[in-house]
C-alpha cells in the first residue's frame, strides 16, 4: 500500500491583498498563432474589433448585413425594337437615401446592372425584413407580364442628389432617377423633359419680305454651345412680321423656336422635329 505523500497545494484565499501586477510596455496586439497558455505578456488571446496595423492598435469597425439578394431574370430592349432576356449578378455597387418631389424618402441600390428600390430598410430592422424592387418598366411580351431594365455596368457607381433628383454615373450612361407619385423612373439624362436644351443659333430673319437694314436682326449668332447631355439643339428664327387685318406690320419680338437632333439615336428621330411658335397663332403666320 502506498504511502500518503505531502503536498504544497493550499486553496487561494481571497482576502490576501496580495496582486499580481503586469507591466506591458509595448503591446503588439492578439495572437491566435499558439496555444493560449503559452501567448507572450505584450500579447493578448482575444481582443475585439481591434487590429495591429501601422504599428498601432487601430479600432476595426464591425459590419451588419443589411440586404441580401438573388439573381434576377430582366429583359432588355434592343435598337430593332426586339428584347432580350437575361440574367443579373448579385454584386452590390452602390446604395444612397434620397428625397424625391413627393418629398418622400427612397432608399436605391445599384446591384449587378440594375436599380432597385429597397423597401423596409431602416434602423432596428433585419435584413430579412427588407424587400428589392426592381427599378423597370412592366410590358406583355407574347402574352406574358416582363420587366424592361436599363442597364448600368456592372462596377462600383457615383451618384449626387439634386433637385429632388438622384444623378447617377453609370459608367456606360448618364442617368437621372425621378419620382412620379410613389413609382421611381430611371431615364437617361439625354432623353430626359428637363434637361436643357441649348439655343446654339438665334437672329435668323426671314429676309424675303424685310430688307436687311428694317431688320431687328440682320445676320445669325451664334448663342449656346453644343453640351453632350442632350441630341437636341435649338435654332430660333426672327420673322419681325404680323398678319393684322389683313396687313403685314413690323415687330422686332415674334419669333420661331426649331427643335432640331444634333446627333440622332436612329433615322426616325430626324423626322421627329418640334416647332414652338412664340406670340403668333397658327392663323396668324403667313
Known amino acids: 500500500m502506498p504511502m500518503p505523500r505531502n503536498t504544497t497545494f493550499k486553496h487561494y484565499d481571497l482576502n490576501e491583498p496580495k496582486k499580481r501586477v503586469l507591466t506591458?510596455?509595448?503591446?503588439?496586439?492578439?495572437?491566435?498563432?499558439?496555444?493560449?497558455?503559452q501567448v507572450a505578456d505584450y500579447h493578448?488571446?482575444?481582443?475585439?474589433?481591434?487590429?495591429?496595423?501601422?504599428?498601432?492598435?487601430?479600432?476595426?469597425?464591425?459590419?451588419?448585413?443589411?440586404l441580401k439578394t438573388t439573381p434576377t431574370t430582366y429583359y432588355v430592349e434592343n435598337i430593332d425594337g426586339t428584347y432580350e432576356q437575361k440574367t443579373n449578378t448579385t454584386n452590390f455597387n452602390g446604395i444612397w437615401s434620397f428625397v424625391g418631389s413627393n418629398n418622400e424618402i427612397y432608399v436605391v441600390a445599384h446591384i449587378g446592372k440594375l436599380m432597385y428600390r429597397v423597401i423596409g430598410l431602416g434602423r432596428g430592422n433585419n435584413f430579412l425584413d427588407c424587400k428589392l424592387?426592381?427599378?423597370?418598366?412592366?410590358?406583355?411580351?407574347?402574352?406574358?407580364?416582363?420587366?424592361?431594365?436599363?442597364?448600368?455596368e456592372d462596377i462600383k457607381t457615383q451618384a449626387f442628389y439634386g433637385n429632388k433628383r438622384l444623378y447617377i454615373l453609370g459608367g456606360n450612361k448618364y442617368y437621372v432617377l425621378i419620382t412620379n407619385d410613389?413609382?421611381?423612373?430611371?431615364?437617361?439624362?439625354?432623353?430626359?423633359?428637363?434637361?436643357?436644351?441649348?439655343?446654339?443659333?438665334?437672329?435668323?430673319?426671314?429676309?424675303?419680305?424685310?430688307?436687311?437694314?428694317?431688320?431687328?436682326?440682320?445676320?445669325?449668332?451664334?448663342?449656346d454651345d453644343v453640351n453632350l447631355l442632350t441630341q437636341y439643339r435649338k435654332n430660333k428664327?426672327?420673322?419681325?412680321?404680323?398678319?393684322?387685318?389683313?396687313?403685314?406690320?413690323?415687330?422686332?419680338?415674334?419669333?420661331f423656336e426649331l427643335d432640331t437632333?444634333?446627333?440622332?439615336?436612329?433615322?426616325t428621330d430626324i423626322n421627329n422635329i418640334k416647332i414652338t411658335i412664340n406670340s403668333l397663332t397658327e392663323s396668324e403666320v403667313e
Open 182 to 223: 410613389n413609382s421611381l423612373i430611371l431615364r437617361e439624362v439625354e432623353d430626359d423633359n428637363d434637361t436643357y436644351i441649348p439655343t446654339t443659333t438665334i437672329g435668323i430673319v426671314a429676309k424675303n419680305n424685310l430688307s436687311d437694314n428694317e431688320s431687328s436682326l440682320s445676320h445669325a449668332t451664334s448663342l
Open 44 to 66: 493578448a488571446v482575444d481582443l475585439q474589433n481591434i487590429i495591429f496595423k501601422d504599428r498601432v492598435n487601430q479600432k476595426r469597425h464591425g459590419w451588419q448585413q443589411l
Open 261 to 267: 437632333c444634333v446627333n440622332p439615336k436612329n433615322i
Open 133 to 152: 424592387e426592381l427599378i423597370a418598366t412592366e410590358k406583355i411580351l407574347n402574352g406574358e407580364l416582363i420587366y424592361v431594365a436599363k442597364e448600368l
Open 24 to 37: 506591458v510596455d509595448k503591446f503588439m496586439g492578439v495572437d491566435y498563432g499558439i496555444a493560449q497558455l
Open 237 to 255: 428664327l426672327v420673322t419681325g412680321l404680323i398678319n393684322d387685318s389683313n396687313e403685314l406690320k413690323k415687330t422686332k419680338y415674334n419669333d
